[in-house]
């Protein structure tokens, strides 16, 4: 019971990954979508990339400006739209993070873009059927110096129903549509990147065992398209333990990215190990060397929790779940024309 319950949990965490999200780049006015609505950046004087269709702006500090986005309703009939500005990070996958808001953020980030910027009016709005609507959102700069940027993102989701069919340029799981509209303030100069190696452990993601790899970038700057190239050996006897390379890896300015070396079927012994790691882009490059220790009650921990040695695909596990809720529905279906044919015979 207890691994069917982690299967579960599995399954759970796979499905609510691939919820789709368009990006800010396909935020259009396109009206043969299937979301049923599309978001479109108002992008001011200060803009500093003309042709971007997010907000790019040269910020100076103290300034209070208004952002406008307008929303455009492709149905026949009133939509309801929910809103919200976050922070953005970089996520456990390598890539920037505007939707789900960081349950704690890099100590490094001095100011973030969901504190200094707030929607006007309510966060759920209401666009008229093959209308549109303008919403407002207020931003206002640190009055301290500061050199660098702030990213974050203006998150826009409907909310009145869930959407059926496909989206270009979207991948459609759970039928639930977001846009994001990107936000990026520079003020002062352009920071230097700072690459730091925080920690190295084992640890659990998604229910696979792992050694998790945490870098910060400290500094109020992003680091795009890094390749990461890492090795973990045994330190007694030099046994490659586990060996990687990830590529195109999206670093937010002032973020915690906690990369997972996945170990499979592999399972984790105490011991010491070390980590070198090489990250680079067209412009960067660091290198880094750290030992650390797997302690016997922590490999144990982590053995026993994973479901990485059911012999079960995760694949397999999704096609479960999607299996038994297809059950669901030909059961509730039944039990409809059931009642609907007893009463029919009463009469």
């Known amino acids: 019971m207890k691994k069917m319950m982690r299967w579960l949990g599995a399954i759970l965490v796979m499905i609510s990954g691939l919820a789709a999200v368009v990006p800010a780049q396909a935020a259009n006015t396109d009206t043969s979508n299937n979301i049923g609505f599309s978001v479109a950046a108002q992008t001011p004087r200060n803009q500093i990339d003309k042709q971007a269709t997010f907000f790019d702006l040269?910020?100076?500090?103290?300034?209070?400006?208004?952002?406008?986005?307008?929303?455009?309703?492709?149905?026949?009939?009133?939509?309801?739209?929910?809103?919200?500005?976050?922070?953005?990070?970089?996520?456990?996958?390598?890539?920037?993070?505007?939707?789900?808001?960081?349950?704690?953020?890099d100590a490094s980030l001095q100011y973030r873009v969901d504190q200094l910027t707030k929607i006007k009016g309510p966060t759920t709005v209401t666009v008229p059927a093959n209308g549109s609507k303008l919403v407002s959102a207020q931003t206002t700069m640190p009055t301290k110096d500061f050199n660098g940027a702030l990213l974050g993102g203006w998150y826009f989701k409907r909310v009145d129903q869930k959407v059926t069919g496909?989206?270009?340029?979207?991948?459609?799981?759970?039928?639930?549509?977001?846009?994001?509209?990107?936000i990026k303030y520079s003020l002062g100069t352009a920071a230097t990147p700072?690459?730091?190696l925080s920690d190295v452990a084992a640890g659990m993601v998604n229910y696979h065992r792992s050694i998790v790899v945490t870098l910060r970038n400290t500094a109020a700057v992003m680091i795009p398209r890094v390749t990461m190239k890492t090795t973990v050996t045994a330190k007694d006897s030099g046994k490659t333990v586990v060996k990687a390379t990830k590529q195109g890896v999206m670093l937010a300015p002032n973020t915690t990215f906690n990369y997972p070396l996945l170990l499979n079927k592999q399972k984790l012994q105490a011991g010491t190990y070390h980590l070198h790691l090489v990250a680079h882009n067209s412009a960067h490059k660091w290198t880094f060397d750290r030992d650390f220790k797997i302690s016997a009650a922590t490999a144990k921990t982590y053995n026993q929790d994973t479901v990485d040695d059911n012999g079960i695909s995760i694949?397999?596990?999704?096609?479960?779940?999607?299996?038994?809720?297809?059950?669901?529905?030909?059961?509730?279906?039944?039990?409809?024309?059931?009642?609907?044919?007893?009463?029919?015979?009463q009469d």
Do not use: C
């Not at 496909?166 to 990107?182: L, Q, R």
């Open 58 to 105: 040269k910020m100076t500090a103290g300034q209070t400006q208004t952002l406008q986005t307008r929303i455009y309703n492709t149905t026949n009939r009133d939509i309801r739209v929910a809103m919200g500005i976050h922070t953005a990070y970089t996520n456990s996958g390598g890539a920037i993070e505007y939707v789900t808001p960081a349950k704690k953020y």
């Open 166 to 182: 496909e989206v270009k340029g979207a991948t459609n799981i759970s039928s639930e549509y977001s846009y994001v509209v990107g």
């Open 194 to 196: 700072v690459l730091k």
């Open 315 to 345: 694949w397999w596990l999704i096609g479960l779940g999607a299996l038994g809720m297809l059950i669901v529905v030909l059961l509730i279906l039944w039990l409809v024309l059931f009642l609907k044919k007893r009463r029919q015979s």
